[in-house]
């Protein structure tokens, strides 16, 4: 049977029930006892509906279905109005009731029993499980307060990463105030310490500690010591400032710093030379600042501060402080000076070493206007002019002014000026430069004298040329006229001789007149060709537009026939266009194109190409080549001379004047003419002249 500790409601019912089935057996023995019509009806109604209820409530049938099998005995003898009967079965019927009465007060005594010894038990596992809560309550408290300790004595270190660690510690149980308050302390702690490194790396100052012996005991990386100098920790930490091989002692030396620690005073922005020769870098300089620290108790501990990367601040003022003494030189040795005006445009001091070099004129314009300090400086309508400039505020540039000094000397002052304005805009006068041009006036002055002078000899100097070229043309024509003549008989009276006697001539003797002939005709080319050198000398030049290839094709087609072995193949560019003088250029062609078809007459497949392109200045080069006998380069400097011939006149007839011609045209159209051979491959000729390209579409190649 199971043990029951707690008395339900049902068997409070059942209880109840059994206490009113007795009451109501008592009245019904009472009523059995003074019998009377219909007056045991009642008692046993109720007898009925109480055991209907036990039936219903109750959970061990045994004793109740006795007492209701009894019950019904009872109530079949009263109905057959048996009074024996009646009375056994009612005794019967009360003992069975009384027994369950018996058994359900002998249950609530047993139960009531049970109950008292589990509120016993209960009170005694109760006591047990206070005493290990308070046990752990307490092991738990010891454990916070050590953790606590560990995170405080972490946060004085500096590490709380170690101290958030300590307080997330999962000994202290599930998560907690302490895991807020660990990542509360990440989270700001993390984020200060970000922003402070970002700080730290990414700016030119650092932050550093010493102790109580001002030994540098911790830095913040070392900022540009490390980047910049090239120190390590190690050179740094543990070490006074003093001690360190790369700080140069500061201005005031390191007896006076180690003064002002001795004393525990702040100090401000002291600057220490970094040097790091083995690097080979430029020198470092950096400023320090430090104040003392002091612990919880006021003990002095060392001292922080901060350094700063001032180089660059530095270099720059070294750079000005330079420039300023340059400036101050050139505006000491320089023409040119500042000046400076007020709102009445009254002029305000000079510099001192201006003053000095200006003497009497500064002190005349100064604290006065220049047309109340020199009104005869400038016309009456200049100085108008100026004023009404100057009085709406506009900038002015060289203003001369010619100022009498005395003595009759003067001098000239040239002032340029703009207004000038402070940072509200209000106007606070001019300011600007003046210059004393008085000798430059001078040397203007000579220069035009000089010019003047030089102009009037070189025009005399063009009429002697002038008169000397007119009279060696003359005597050109004239020495021309009188060679061309007695060659001309000498020509005429071979030829009548030949035309009269020549059928009584022997063979010999018309060898000698064929020679004599051809002596003559060669004479009489020469003459022609020196008058052609002449006349290229001093003949004036006209420059055109010209077609160049429309040019060399008529040359073309007026060159000479040659006796050769193989008929030239011409190969002329077209779009060539140059400013040239068309005559003279007519006869460059003529020689280049002309010597090219006789030094080829000898060849199998003789070829004459003229090419042009661009030249590196801009100007057109052209080019005449061939592939006939060439020339030996080492002999090129003879070519331009004067019958400075390369071939003998039997293999290659000609005057040796020709391209001496060229030479001297090419020359006088501003270009330049070179050669270039190979015996037995052939030669080319290249010069340059005015290119005539501007008003046409497309450039031309350059010349291969």
Not at 94 to 100: C, K, M, V
Not at 136 to 163: C, K, M, V, Y
Not at 284 to 290: D, E, M, Y
Not at 543 to 548: G, N, Q, R
Request: one cysteine or more; glycine letters at 8%; a neutral charge.
């Amino acid at each position: 049977m199971a043990t029951v500790l707690w008395a339900g409601p049902a068997d409070d019912e059942r209880l109840r029930l059994c206490m009113t089935l007795s009451a109501r057996t008592s009245d019904l023995a009472l009523q059995l006892a003074q019998p009377a019509d219909g007056s045991t009806a009642t008692a046993r109604a109720s007898i009925e509906q109480l055991l209907l209820r036990l039936s219903a409530t109750h959970p061990a049938p045994g004793l109740l279905n006795k007492t209701r099998a009894h019950w019904v005995v009872l109530t079949h003898a009263l109905d057959d109005a048996a009074p024996t009967a009646a009375y056994d079965a009612f005794v019967s019927f009360r003992q069975a009731a009384d027994e369950l009465a018996a058994a359900m007060h002998s249950a609530e005594r047993q139960r009531r029993a049970q109950r008292d010894a589990a509120l016993a038990g209960g009170a005694l596992v109760a006591a047990a499980a206070l005493l290990g809560a308070t046990w752990a309550i307490r092991r738990q408290r010891r454990r916070l307060r050590r953790r606590l300790q560990e995170a405080s004595a972490a946060l004085d270190d500096g590490a709380w990463e170690s101290a958030a660690t300590a307080l997330r510690d999962r000994d202290l149980g599930a998560p907690s105030a302490f895991d807020a308050l660990a990542s509360g302390v990440a989270d700001t702690l993390g984020a200060s310490e970000r922003r402070w490194r970002t700080l730290a790396d990414l700016t030119a100052d650092w932050y550093w500690e010493s102790d109580a012996e001002h030994r540098l005991c911790w830095m913040s990386g070392g900022g540009p010591l490390v980047t910049s100098a090239g120190l390590q920790p190690q050179d740094l930490l543990g070490r006074r400032h003093q001690e360190v091989e790369a700080f140069d002692a500061p201005a005031d030396g390191w007896q006076g710093f180690q003064t002002v620690l001795d004393t525990r005073r702040a100090f401000r922005d002291m600057e220490i030379c970094v040097r790091a020769p083995a690097l080979g870098r430029e020198p470092l300089w950096v400023t320090i600042s430090g104040r003392p620290r002091l612990d919880a108790d006021g003990r002095f501990i060392g001292y922080d501060g901060v350094g700063r990367d001032v180089s660059e601040r530095k270099r720059a003022l070294d750079r000005l402080r330079a420039s300023d003494q340059r400036w101050a030189l050139m505006a000491g040795l320089a023409s040119d000076y500042y000046w400076e005006s007020d709102t009445d445009h009254r002029m305000l001091p000079l510099r001192p070493e201006i003053a000095r070099r200006a003497g009497k004129l500064a002190e005349q314009l100064e604290g006065r206007t220049p047309w109340e300090a020199h009104p005869d400086a400038m016309s009456p309508s200049a100085w108008a002019e100026h004023r009404e400039e100057i009085a709406a505020r506009r900038p002015f540039k060289d203003v001369e002014m010619d100022i009498e000094v005395g003595a009759g000397r003067h001098r000239t002052v040239a002032l340029s000026g703009i207004p000038r304005f402070d940072g509200q805009g209000r106007f606070l006068g001019y300011h600007g430069i003046g210059r004393d041009d008085t000798m430059r006036r001078e040397a203007e002055r000579l220069l035009m004298r000089h010019n003047e002078t030089l102009q009037r000899a070189v025009t005399e100097r063009t009429q002697d040329l002038e008169l000397i070229n007119r009279d060696l043309e003359a005597f050109s024509r004239e020495l021309a006229h009188e060679l061309r003549t007695p060659i001309g008989h000498v020509q005429g009276l071979a030829h009548l001789l030949v035309t009269k006697a020549g059928d009584r001539l022997a063979s010999d003797e018309m060898q000698l007149i064929g020679l004599q002939l051809q002596a003559a005709r060669h004479m009489r080319e020469t003459v022609d060709a020196l008058l052609m050198l002449a006349r290229s000398t001093i003949q004036p030049l006209e420059l055109v537009a010209l077609d160049v290839s429309a040019l060399a094709r008529e040359v073309l087609h007026d060159l000479p026939d040659v006796t050769r072995r193989a008929a030239v193949q011409w190969d002329l560019q077209d779009g060539l266009h140059a400013m040239a003088a068309p005559v003279a250029l007519r006869i460059v062609l003529t020689n280049l194109l002309g010597n090219a078809a006789k030094f080829t007459r000898d060849v199998e497949s003789p070829r004459v190409a003229l090419s042009g392109g661009p030249a590196g200045d801009g100007r057109l080069r052209l080019r005449v080549s061939d592939n006939g006998a060439g020339f030996d380069m080492s002999q090129v400097g003879r070519l331009f001379k004067p019958f400075g011939r390369l071939h003998s006149a039997s293999a290659f007839q000609g005057t040796g004047i020709g391209l001496t011609i060229v030479q001297r045209i090419i020359e006088r159209h501003g270009g330049k003419v070179a050669a270039h051979g190979e015996p037995g491959v052939g030669a080319w000729f290249e010069f340059t002249l005015a290119s005539d390209t501007s008003d046409r579409d497309g450039a031309l190649p350059p010349v291969q």
